[in-house]
């Protein structure tokens, strides 16, 4: 196996955490980032290309012999890019970590995906699709019936186009921003509404090849801003795993009643699925339901899969070039991983770019760069979500011991952080054990 040469698309702190494990291969492959971060810096060449100029891109990867592609967000693949690539003769060697644009729709429509689990008899919420000349039998909808409602656009938001509010009104001023103040573009085009589904949330992911698929470690994200899990939805404020109360009947269920069916309705399609599927998941009363399917990794939750990933990510990637993951041998570390974002002041609303950051000496953990660039020789904040403290134990407790001391070490003004990631599944450890 020669240097392989790898580009990763993104700037956050799935694209550092993707990096960064492909730096600690013992094939030394050859790395390089667009546009990446001051982290990605570090350890591969950045380029200033957009994730989504296919033609730039293209370009780029024929002129430095790119051999591998791996998109980190869905935008890329939601537009096609694997289709793209597919099409050029000079492009379609290369291998690109992601499904077509058709299976892209699993996350770039909603309604296409409710469809899809409706088809292969999946487990989720009850809904209804409206189009936007439908706006009056929406608001008939939700007058009918008792809440919480979930309205959800139905086209990529930024991961900001799912409200979920109890009270009809509040409802209805929600439907009339989506649908006829156009507030999300054309992803409300469609809307969906939901029934509410109360539970817990876990994050599942599956990788394939197209023929075969390996389970990575499950985790739990926190989407909130405030402590307790109140106020604004963010991109997301830490995560753990493994996840306590996702034991092996829980695990047998999902696997049985949507992973399985999940990849049957892929061949159904006739479309080989290459790439990473996350499942958003509830555990409910009685055994979990899919909220939302991605075609990518989480973000933060790639910060405390990825970490748990023992094996050489680089003869990870030549398996699924070379359709043999079925005879992959996947390992992963014991203990949890836990990471803790820092975030900038005023996050998720306004906040400002360009502050000065400073790091204090980093112990048993990793840093893994978002929103930050270099300025000069400075360290700067770039974005809302700046800096992941992702930390490894035993126990839980400890990984989270680890990652708010290293996060204590990032310094910069406004820096916000939860002091509570992790709490919630330490009182459940509590009560199993007692």
């Given at each position: ?44 060449t ?51 970590l ?9 996350e ?19 809904y209804r699709?409206?189009v ?17 409602y ?5 086209g ?5 186009g ?51 698929y390996?389970?990575l ?13 109140t106020?604004?939805n ?7 795993s493994p ?5 092996q ?8 009643y ?26 409910g ?6 909220i ?64 000065s ?40 407790s ?17 820096k916000?952080?939860?002091k ?15």
């Amino acid at each position: 196996m020669g240097n392989m040469r790898i580009l990763v698309l993104g700037s956050g702190g799935r694209e550092h955490v993707f990096i960064w494990k492909l730096s600690l291969s013992k094939h030394q492959p050859v790395l390089f980032a667009a546009p990446g971060n001051a982290g990605t810096a570090e350890l591969a060449t950045n380029v200033d290309l957009d994730v989504n100029d296919f033609d730039g891109i293209g370009k780029f990867c024929t002129d430095n012999q790119i051999e591998v592609l791996i998109p980190g967000s869905e935008d890329p693949l939601v537009n096609g890019i694997v289709d793209y690539f597919e099409e050029r003769e000079e492009l379609k060697h290369i291998f690109i970590l992601g499904p077509n644009k058709k299976l892209a729709q699993l996350e770039g429509s909603k309604d296409f995906a409710k469809d899809f689990m409706m088809d292969n008899r999946i487990p989720t919420a009850g809904y209804r699709t409206f189009v936007r000349s439908e706006f009056p039998q929406a608001v008939d909808f939700i007058m009918q019936r008792p809440g919480p409602y979930v309205l959800k656009a139905d086209g990529l938001a930024a991961g900001k186009g799912v409200v979920i509010v109890d009270d009809p009104e509040e409802a209805l001023g929600y439907l009339r921003e989506m649908m006829i103040k156009e507030k999300f573009g054309s992803a409300t085009d469609k809307l969906i509404i939901e029934e509410f589904i109360p539970g817990i949330e876990f994050s599942l992911f599956a990788i394939s090849d197209g023929f075969n698929y390996k389970i990575l470690p499950v985790a739990k994200d926190y989407k909130r801003i405030g402590e307790g899990d109140t106020g604004l939805n963010t991109g997301g404020m830490g995560a753990v795993s493994p996840v306590p109360f996702v034991d092996q009947r829980v695990m047998r269920q999902a696997m049985e009643y949507i992973v399985e069916p999940t990849f049957e309705g892929f061949e159904e399609l006739g479309e080989p699925y290459v790439g990473f599927v996350f499942f958003g998941l509830i555990k409910g009363r009685k055994s979990p339901m899919v909220i939302e399917y991605n075609v990518r990794m989480g973000d933060p939750e790639t910060e405390v899969v990825f970490p748990l990933i023992k094996s050489d990510f680089v003869e990870l990637i030549e398996a699924l070039r070379d359709r043999k993951l079925d005879t992959f041998n996947l390992e992963f570390e014991d203990g949890f991983c836990t990471t803790v974002f820092t975030v900038s002041g005023g996050y998720p609303d306004e906040y400002e770019k360009g502050i000065s950051i400073s790091i204090g000496e980093v112990k048993d953990g990793v840093l893994f760069h978002a929103g930050t660039k270099k300025s000069g020789s400075d360290l700067v904040t770039n974005g809302g979500r700046v800096i992941a403290s992702t930390a490894i134990a035993d126990s839980l407790s400890d990984a989270l011991s680890k990652s708010y001391a290293n996060a204590e070490k990032i310094q910069f003004d406004g820096k916000y952080y939860r002091k509570d990631i992790g709490q919630d599944l330490i009182n459940i450890i509590k009560e199993n054990n007692a």
